[in-house]
């Protein structure tokens, strides 16, 4: 009898060591509420433009973050070493519709090893540290936003904040060195499967870091997006996107600031475009962007507001009958609250204005822009998230 109980606890021992080195989790978020969304836009023509204000309200999904489902899981290998993987799909709560393209896991889908003093080491659709979302983001932290808040979070004039995903990509990143982290990454086609010849593919390239001395956390990140060669001459140079921010915890309020150096972005990556003056092509311009902001404890849970300016250089576009110059700076506002009901739930409410402020001139006859323009947004939001 005896010895049956004694080999009865030997194999739970082993069995409870056995799961406790390996473990599938699923996890989401499910975010919710009401947005009141109001856009200036263009119902005439580029030649003739009518500048008018349009609004809609209805229920919409993934307002403080991006609603998602996810499976993520590890196991043991000995020696500090770890099999690592994580698929994640975003989709909208308002239709139940997949997001990011249709992608099964559009967010996040990769798989890799992790060592305890090395760090991880994986491969896949990854976000990069720069992103301000995904597994290993060293950036999100410098928004009072967290890269959310539909269109006044840092991704608002931060391109590569504007949750840069890139496919085909190995990554690094470094567990905690005293404070410090690091991390990097390569994708041999940012979007998509790659094609032959290499040369023909988007290849990306990212560095980061951030690291806190006390009440101080500083972070930079560098994103390098090189065009393929069968690219059109227009698009040949390589998107550069600098990004440096710090965040000071007074306790009582946190101070965040952002600085971007952004070289030869595309007007339909910005993440505010003026309607019905977008040119067909990609066209490249350069442009520096600035973010001031605070988290202010308040009744139980957090203030949040930021402004942010995007200051950008002219730009040439158009044949030689039409040629327009356009200049897509703007100003973008916000201000938000959240409140906990639980460790896993909060409310929360914000109201956010972007005004575009550049300058649009006709180098041609055949057209009459006015010598400036404005491209306008408000957008309120209520709503709930649920983590689990």
């Known amino acids: 009898m005896k010895k049956s109980l004694i080999a009865l606890a030997v194999l739970g021992a082993m069995a409870g060591t056995a799961s406790a080195q390996s473990s599938v989790t699923m996890y989401g978020i499910v975010d919710v509420g009401v947005q009141w969304n109001d856009f200036g836009v263009n119902t005439g023509t580029t030649a003739a433009p009518r500048w008018e204000s349009e609004s809609v309200f209805g229920v919409e999904s993934g307002f403080q973050s991006g609603s998602r489902l996810g499976v993520r899981g590890s196991e043991a290998l000995g020696g500090g070493w770890s099999a690592i993987f994580t698929l994640e799909s975003g989709y909208s709560v308002d239709t139940g519709m997949s997001g990011q393209g249709g992608r099964l896991f559009g967010r996040q889908a990769w798989g890799g090893f992790q ?16 992103s301000g979302t995904g597994s290993f983001d060293l950036w999100g932290a410098v928004d009072p936003f967290a890269t959310g808040f ?51 593919n988007t290849t990306g390239f990212t560095l980061g870091g951030n690291y806190t001395w006390g009440p101080v956390l500083v972070a930079v990140t560098y994103d390098q997006i090189n065009a393929p060669d069968s690219a059109p001459a227009i698009n040949q140079e390589d998107q550069k996107m600098l990004q440096a921010g710090v ?30 003056i977008a040119p067909t092509g990609l066209v490249p311009y350069d442009n520096q962007a600035f973010m001031l902001g605070v988290t202010v404890p308040l009744f139980g849970g957090n203030l949040l507001a930021s402004y942010q300016q995007s200051d950008a250089d002219m730009v040439t576009y158009g044949p030689p009958t039409a040629r327009l110059q356009f200049e897509p700076d703007y100003n973008v506002w916000g201000v938000g609250y959240t409140y906990p009901f639980s460790r896993r739930t909060n409310l929360y409410i914000g109201y956010g204005q972007g005004e575009w402020d550049g300058t649009i001139n006709s180098l041609a006859t055949v057209t009459n822009f006015a010598a400036s323009e404005r491209f306008d947004f408000k957008q309120f939001a209520l709503g709930v998230r649920h983590l689990f």
């Open 115 to 130: 060592h305890t003093s090395f760090g991880s080491f994986v491969a896949g659709r990854v976000a990069t540290v720069s």
């Open 150 to 200: 539909g269109k006044f979070g840092l991704q608002g004039t931060f391109i590569a904040s504007n949750a840069l995903r890139e496919d085909n990509a190995i990554l690094w990143r470094s567990p905690n060195w005293g404070g410090l982290n690091l991390g990097a990454s390569y994708s041999f086609n940012i979007n998509g499967q790659e094609v032959a010849p290499s040369g023909n």
């Open 247 to 276: 965040v000071v915890d007074l306790k009582f309020m946190k101070i965040h600031g952002a600085y971007a150096s952004q070289d030869n972005i595309s007007l339909v990556q910005a993440a505010v475009s003026p309607a019905g």
